[in-house]
């Protein structure tokens, strides 16, 4: 299981949400470029179609690829209680011949994205991770290099962390703790609860540029 927030931010902040990262993580950043490629099963993997997603890892020297599948999300009064989602995923490393392999099995290319940015990976309460990054399509199949922004001056955060059945909720409590320290620049929801840009984040931002984040929380 994983439970995810997810929230935007104008690219003019990215760098002071940045500096709040560093000063709450106490980590360093890892640069991402990601390829991400969305595969549907067809008719013939029968009646309920699935939904995978290959990552490619771009900023390796050798590109290197995992099989990510996200289930559904968890139900219920507790489910709508709280602000986290909590639903089932699966990934694992697979070799550089994923794709062919779906495409043998009777998968085909839904869309393709390419998210450009950087990660932050620290435990807080639980193994939590941060990705800031803008999304980029291709313009032609598979051409990385030719990718233009989906909503210019736009970047999405996502906030993660890994869960099981016995522990959602103490990892619940973690996640939702470490956003209200970003609640100044921008705010985090469940996935396709859209929440627009925050109004005090350019003076948050600038108070951060100004102070250079400040000491480790």
């Known amino acids: 299981m994983e439970c995810v927030v997810q929230g ?6 990215v760098e002071a949400l ?3 990262l560093q000063g709450l993580c106490g980590v360093h950043r890892e640069r991402l470029r990601i390829h991400e490629l969305c595969l549907k099963s067809g008719p013939n993997l029968g009646l309920v179609a699935s939904e995978v997603r290959l990552l490619c890892d771009l900023e390796q020297s050798e590109p ?3 099989v990510r599948q996200v289930g559904s999300a968890m139900k219920g009064a507790g489910a709508e209680q709280i602000s986290v989602l909590v639903r089932t995923a699966v990934e694992s ?3 550089k011949n994923a794709l062919r392999l779906f495409y043998a099995l009777g998968y085909k290319l839904d869309h393709e994205l390419l998210r450009v940015g950087f990660a932050f990976h620290f435990q807080r309460g639980a193994q939590i991770t941060v990705t800031v990054s803008s999304i980029n399509k291709m313009l032609k199949l598979h051409s990385t290099d030719e990718a233009v922004p989906v909503t210019p001056g736009i970047q999405l955060v996502e906030v993660t962390a890994l869960a099981s059945s016995e522990n959602y909720s103490e990892v619940v409590a973690a996640v939702s703790s470490f956003c209200e320290y970003l609640a100044p620049l921008l705010h985090l929801s469940k996935p396709g609860v859209s929440t627009g840009v925050v109004p005090t984040a350019a003076a948050a931002a600038a108070s951060l ?3 250079g ?3 480790t929380l």
Do not use: F, N
């Not at 935007?8 to 902040?13: A, R, V």
């Open 18 to 20: 940045e500096i709040l």
């Open 64 to 66: 290197t690829w995992t």
């Open 209 to 211: 540029m100004s102070d």
């Open 93 to 95: 490393k697979m070799s």
């Open 213 to 215: 984040g400040g000491a």
């Open 8 to 13: 935007i931010i104008e690219t003019q902040h």
